[in-house]
């Protein structure tokens, strides 16, 4: 089933190339349609009752390459799946959306954008090594030639400054996960690049090679996310990117950083994340301060949700370094619900720049008066990206900062050893973490409003000559453009409003993540405090397989 | 086929075990949930089902007028939808309060924010409904004032029919069924829901002429400044649960109890200090949304919004959120030493700086604007002051009294082309067709100053004669600053009634800025006939059928002062039933009056919440007496020496001047000559006391600065930087080939980036090393 949602985008790849060109943009839609319908399936398969993980329906595993280990395993848990479903989802839109915009070359674009689905799919898909770092970067290429040749004046350089920066990163996350490999080989014997394999070896590594470990990965994703101080590339790619482009970037490719932290980083190095997460967490309150501000005083309207993207992605890391349930779970849903609103808001940019070719603040203003299907529905994105109660954005900002509050148990700033606060958890952060990262839900409102009162409301002003030269699109939004921005709409609300049965699905994912960085980091600092040497390979080892018997099963803390 | 428990070692065998238990946890149906928060408090019951229409009916109601919108129908059935919708919303209120028993009930609807958050607790935050007598005290008025006030907008809003009209009215349903949420939510969070769904219709209602600038950031500057109050209550929120391990009030309160418990015995300070901080983060919220010092800048501009809002938003309802938030939470606020000193010095000096305001403002809109600021300090008093039967009880002859004088200032706005300077009409009562808005106006007035037997004059009463009563550091201090701040409402409330409804009959249209503000292009250049022939036009059937019903019910107020009164009034029966009853009382003020304020009498028995007479011990006095008694006597004198002087002042000559008044015309007073006199003060009161001014140096032109300071930071070192890293390649074979030009700049820029990547690697290795220990 996964395989088949690898292949079917590539299928249609190979169409889209044989025919003509006018034809490419409808065969890119039934292309990402027969994906979102397969995705779709999975899910049904995925959700049917006897247990998710038990036996999953969807995984598919081949030999590759077995003298090395490599082998083409695919499967999914259930944050893989929704960031599956959620690429489904938005490649379609994306293809909607750009419908007119798109006008030369339309056989290379939506090649490239098929193409781009099937790498997705195969990251998160992948349960082998290999699989996924070759999905990870070939995801660059097309978007690469998206931005650098389909994007508007100062393509080229954004381009490949995309391109480098983020590949320069993924080398050096290359480079931490091959040590991983080679250790496993060493103290296990025999290659084997299953992820999970991986991860359970890692873990026996030295406190300080998982540090060096965790470095080198961070490397790579953090760039990605992209966290502060890593984030440059990313409002330069999204200003110039088609709005496609930014679409995909935003929804799902930012994703790959903060889901690449979750899969590797934390189950990998659970000890240097305890001993680090309070140092990561203060680069991505850094990062939602100060890209909120920069937000506030931008005149592209783009480049302005392209720096919301980092201050709210910030609260996405922040989440997973809390290192427990509400943290993570907020921080997943969070990767979704950024990529519903964070995606709507880039079409609607999109949109708007296609009736008045500028996304400069100065020369648009009160623009409902001439568009108001267009306000309405930026009104309610922007109110889903502030995180109003009620819709999708507010369920995972809340998680976030819950699981921030309470994660201080030990060694965190409650300093509760056994932590009897009954909202306490295990972890190293705590109420200031929180209400720093807080201050960013005000600057939030402050930007986004700014944003709003700017370009919707107000007198009206158009560009000079605008009305000149009207258009092939009318005023306001046309039929194609609401239906594409209707699902994301809906979903926005049903997220908002009843997120219980994605929360379910994601709770025994998240469940067995913790309990494993829990017991190991917490295992850890018990030991770093009680026996006060845990250098060297062998006693890391020692400690891991002492602390885990002691696992509450439960709850995974340790008692 | 990819097995991933054959791949697992013990270790991770250990954690899906831990998962499958988890799972099962999670696998709980809806009906145990409902079951799983009614266990744990034994007195709280199933609450019926029917009670989920009334944030329901608003909600049919969004949806009905949206629905017309899309259908593009331009009549007024976007009115008469809302109007049916409320009104069922109403009956539905009126239904629950007659069955409602003494005893909490929740009602369950549906999952909504439910997780494991590991250590075997959950966090549970559903969508279900807790009503007690507090609920149904809030949700009477709101449904109540929500349906009057739509049937009243419904030609109000008239001129908007062709643009606008679907838009109020959605946000006006909108409004309704959030504040339905945030005064029966069984929970902290989906009151948080109501409290920020309320912050989004006043933003939208406040930005409802969105074409002008000052409207537009108006609602910005509320969402804005409510917003830094709410991140209080949000971490207020997760203190709670991080101390109780619930947010939901049903297993929230029993929990409280002990501690409660503990400070009735004396010992408050044995009180953990973060139970204590919870209320003053709660507190934050509450000062925001009920516009209290330090966050009551964005309540006065609000009045930007259409003047049905402004009634019903940012008078009588969202604005006493903070009021029920307190009164919900109000054990909390027992057991915290500080938490309502706090509020009662912030309550009074808003109230009173609010009134000096007041005092010097024209435009007759924001002077109602200021006085509801300042009356909400009175309701912080109230609950500050151990009474918070007193508190609901103006909070409830407010919405009252404030609705009407609001929708008669609009009556006035409306007829006049928004004319709203009190220099410029004159005796508008008298002129025809304004009999009714003349005698609601009247009546209001005579309430929110307070004259006695009116609603506003007891309430304002028990309030008031507490400040004497209740022992805390500097009460009775406050209660003389409250004293003359109610000479002070009566002042400037019969300033505006003197001023513009009797005397010599004048007027003149204003700009018309209500009626077509949003088609300010249009009539740029073209409005010559304003001020030749301007014929006011009168109110028509609903406002003044509004305006009538208001006007009764007003009146009629005063009387549940008197139902009940062993409780202190309907009011305090109805509180004396729910959560912000709580007999701890001042022994939490005792005890602090004990660590360092001055007490008259340390060994009192301490003062309940619904105090009766029978009470004894510590007792303050005001003049030897008995507060509760001599108060309606000495607030009546401050009551009515303000209208006295407002008469002199402002007043016409003749006997609707009270023969004191010497006014002839509309623009000039004997005021004027007083406030030249006491120059630059009033000019000071006029600008707000400059608080935005201030604001705006202090903290949002820095705040600014600091945006642009780091988008240039951003721009030239982060990314020059990383510029400067990329480019190290490219200079590295430009030295190889060194018969490339720009040789010069390249050693230079090498050196630069050779100098940066030192400078990162020590920071980082600082930042590393430091962060890790």
């Known amino acids: ?559 | 086929m990819l097995n991933l428990a054959e791949s697992i070692t013990s270790l991770l065998t250990t954690a899906t075990d831990a998962a499958g238990g988890l799972q099962q946890a999670a696998g709980h149906g809806a009906a145990e949930a409902a079951a799983h928060g009614a266990t744990h408090a034994t007195d709280v019951v199933m609450g019926p089902w029917y009670v989920l229409l009334i944030p329901l009916l608003p909600m049919l109601g969004v949806v009905l007028v949206t629905l017309t919108a899309l259908l593009g129908i331009r009549t007024k059935l976007p009115a008469w939808l809302t109007v049916a919708c409320l009104g069922g919303a109403f009956a539905t209120t009126v239904v629950m309060y007659w069955n409602v028993s003494a005893g909490p009930a929740v009602t369950y609807g549906f999952r909504w924010i439910d997780l494991a958050t590991g250590n075997g607790h959950r966090f549970t935050a559903d969508f279900g409904l807790y009503v007690d007598s507090l609920t149904c005290l809030w949700m009477l008025f709101v449904t109540g004032l929500g349906t009057l006030i739509a049937l009243y907008a419904s030609e109000y809003m008239a001129d908007d029919l062709k643009a606008g009209y679907a838009r109020f009215f959605m946000a006006f349903n909108l409004f309704v069924f959030s504040m339905a949420c945030l005064v029966m939510a069984d929970n902290l969070v989906l009151m948080f829901l109501g409290w920020e769904g309320v912050g989004l219709c006043s933003y939208l209602l406040i930005g409802y002429y969105f074409k002008k600038p000052s409207a537009v950031a108006a609602s910005k500057k509320a969402f804005v400044v409510n917003r830094i109050g709410d991140l209080g209550l949000l971490m207020g929120i997760f203190l709670t649960y991080v101390e109780f391990g619930t947010v939901q009030y049903a297993e929230l309160f029993p929990m409280v109890e002990p501690y409660v418990e503990l400070v009735k015995s004396g010992m408050a300070w044995d009180v953990p200090m973060r139970v204590g901080l919870i209320p003053v983060l709660f507190m934050v919220g509450a000062f925001g949304k009920s516009a209290q010092l330090p966050l009551f800048v964005w309540l006065p501009d609000a009045m930007e919004g259409p003047t049905p809002v402004s009634a019903l938003i940012h008078a009588a309802t969202m604005v006493t959120a903070g009021v029920y938030l307190i009164a919900r939470t109000y054990a909390f606020f027992v057991v915290s030493p500080i938490a309502l000193p706090i509020v009662a010095w912030v309550g009074a000096a808003t109230a009173l700086v609010s009134a000096t305001i007041g005092m010097a403002q024209f435009d007759i809109k924001r002077i109602m604007a200021y006085s509801t600021v300042s009356q909400l300090g009175y309701m912080f008093c109230g609950l500050a002051f151990l009474s918070t039967a007193g508190a609901a009880f103006h909070v409830l002859t407010h919405a009252f009294f404030k609705a009407m004088l609001f929708l008669a200032c609009g009556a006035v706005m409306h007829g006049f082309a928004g004319q709203l300077d009190l220099r410029k009409l004159s005796g508008v009562a008298f002129m025809k067709g304004w009999g009714i808005v003349g005698i609601a106006m009247f009546v209001g007035c005579l309430n929110l100053a307070g004259f006695p037997f009116t609603a506003g004059y007891f309430s304002k009463d028990m309030i008031l004669a507490e400040a004497f009563v209740t022992q805390g550091p500097g009460y009775s201090v406050l209660g003389w600053v409250l004293l003359v701040t109610a000479g002070l409402t009566a002042y400037y409330t019969f300033r505006v009634f003197f001023r513009v409804f009797v005397g010599p009959r004048h007027a003149e249209p204003g700009d018309d800025h209500h009626d077509h503000a949003h088609d300010a292009g249009e009539h740029g250049d073209a409005e010559p006939d304003h001020h030749h022939g301007f014929h006011p036009h009168a109110p028509g059937w609903a406002i003044n059928l509004v305006l009538a019903l208001l006007t009764v019910g007003s009146i009629a107020a005063a009387g549940l002062y008197f139902v009940d009164k062993e409780n202190h009034g309907w009011v305090g029966g109805m509180i004396h039933n729910s959560s912000a009853y709580t007999s701890a009382g001042s022994a939490a003020f005792l005890d602090s009056a004990n660590i360092g304020m001055h007490v008259d009498d340390p060994v009192g028995t301490g003062h309940s919440a619904d105090h009766d007479d029978a009470h004894g011990g510590a007792h303050g006095t005001l003049f030897g007496q008995d507060p509760h008694k001599i108060m309606y006597y000495v607030s009546a004198v401050f009551g009515v020496v303000g209208i006295l002087t407002a008469a002199y002042l402002h007043g016409p000559k003749g006997p609707l001047g009270l023969f004191i008044g010497g006014r002839t015309k509309a623009a000039t007073s004997r005021a004027d000559g007083l406030a030249d006199a006491m120059m630059p003060l009033p000019t000071y009161a006029r600008n707000k006391w400059y608080f935005d001014e201030f604001y705006g140096a202090l903290i949002v032109k820095p705040l600014r600065a600091l945006s642009h300071v780091f988008h240039l930071i951003d721009k030239l070192l982060i990314d020059g930087l990383v510029n400067l890293i990329g480019s190290l390649p490219r200079f590295v074979a430009s030295l190889i080939r060194p018969s490339q030009s720009g040789l010069l700049q390249g050693y230079a820029a090498g050196m630069a980036a050779g100098l940066a990547v030192v400078v990162v690697t020590v920071w980082m290795v600082i930042a590393v090393t430091g962060g890790g220990s």
Not at chain 1, 79 to 84: A, R, Y
Not at chain 1, 204 to 221: D, I, R
């Open chain 1, 1 to 559: 089933m996964l395989l088949a949602m690898m292949i079917a985008p590539l299928v249609f790849v190979l169409i889209v190339a044989s025919r003509p060109a006018e034809h490419a943009r409808g065969i890119a839609l039934l292309g990402s349609g027969v994906s979102l319908l397969l995705g779709l399936i999975s899910w049904r398969m995925f959700i049917r009752p006897g247990g998710p993980d038990a036996i999953d329906p969807l995984a598919f595993s081949m030999d590759w390459l077995p003298s090395m280990g490599i082998r083409l395993d695919l499967g999914v848990d259930s944050v893989s799946l929704l960031m599956i479903l959620l690429s489904c989802l938005l490649a379609p839109l994306c293809v909607l959306g750009s419908w007119t915009a798109i006008v030369k070359d339309q056989r290379t674009f939506y090649g490239w954008l098929l193409g781009l689905q099937a790498a997705i799919v195969g990251v998160f898909a992948a349960r082998d090594l290999m699989v996924f770092y070759i999905c990870f970067e070939f995801t660059l290429v097309p978007m690469y030639i998206l931005i650098s040749r389909f994007g508007s004046t100062n393509r080229r350089a954004a381009g490949t400054k995309f391109f480098l920066y983020t590949f320069t990163g993924s080398l050096i996350a290359l480079a931490g996960l091959v040590y991983v490999v080679w250790f496993t080989a060493q103290h296990h014997g025999g290659w084997t690049l299953n992820i999970d394999r991986l991860a359970e070896s890692a873990r026996m590594m030295s406190a300080t090679e998982q540090a060096w470990v965790m470095a080198a990965m961070l490397a790579g994703f953090a760039v990605k996310v992209p966290l502060f101080p890593f984030h440059t590339w990313l409002p330069l790619a999204h200003t110039e990117a088609p709005t496609a482009g930014s679409v995909i970037l935003a929804g799902v490719l930012l994703k790959l950083g903060t889901y690449g932290i979750y899969r590797f980083v934390l189950p990998f190095t659970p000890v240097a994340v305890a001993e680090y997460a309070p140092l990561i967490a203060t680069l991505s309150i850094i990062g939602i301060v100060y890209a909120g501000l920069i937000c506030w005083v931008q005149t592209d309207v783009k480049k302005l949700v392209a720096y919301s993207s980092v201050s709210h992605l910030g609260f996405c890391v922040l989440g997973l370094m809390s290192l427990n349930h509400a943290g993570l779970q907020g921080s997943i849903l969070y990767m979704i619900n950024h990529g519903l609103s964070t995606g709507a808001l880039f079409l609607l940019v999109g949109f708007m720049y296609e009736r008045y070719h500028t996304r400069s603040m100065n020369e648009l203003g009160g623009l409902a008066a001439k568009m108001p299907v267009w306000t309405c529905f930026m009104v309610f994105f922007v109110m889903a990206s502030v995180g109003l109660p009620g819709l999708n954005g507010f369920v995972s900002e809340f998680l976030c900062m819950l699981g921030t509050f309470q994660a201080g148990g030990e060694g965190g700033q409650w300093g509760l050893t056994g932590y009897e606060l009954p909202g306490v958890t295990w972890g190293v952060l705590g109420p200031w973490y929180a209400l720093f990262a807080g201050t960013g839900v005000i600057i939030a409102a402050i930007y986004l409003l700014f944003l709003v009162g700017k370009i919707c409301f107000g007198p009206l002003v158009e560009p000079v000559g605008h009305n000149d030269h009207p258009g092939p699109l009318p005023a306001d939004l046309t039929g194609r453009e609401i239906f594409t921005l209707m699902p994301l709409a809906v979903l926005c609300l049903v997220l908002g409003l009843y997120p219980s049965p994605v929360m379910d699905l994601l709770e025994p994912s998240v469940a067995k993540t913790v309990a494993v960085v829990q017991s190991a980091a917490a295992g850890e600092s018990r030991n770093d405090a009680h026996i006060g040497a845990h250098s060297g390979l062998d006693a890391g080892a020692v400690i891991v397989s002492e602390v885990l018997p002691t696992v509450d099963s439960q709850t995974g803390g340790v008692r």
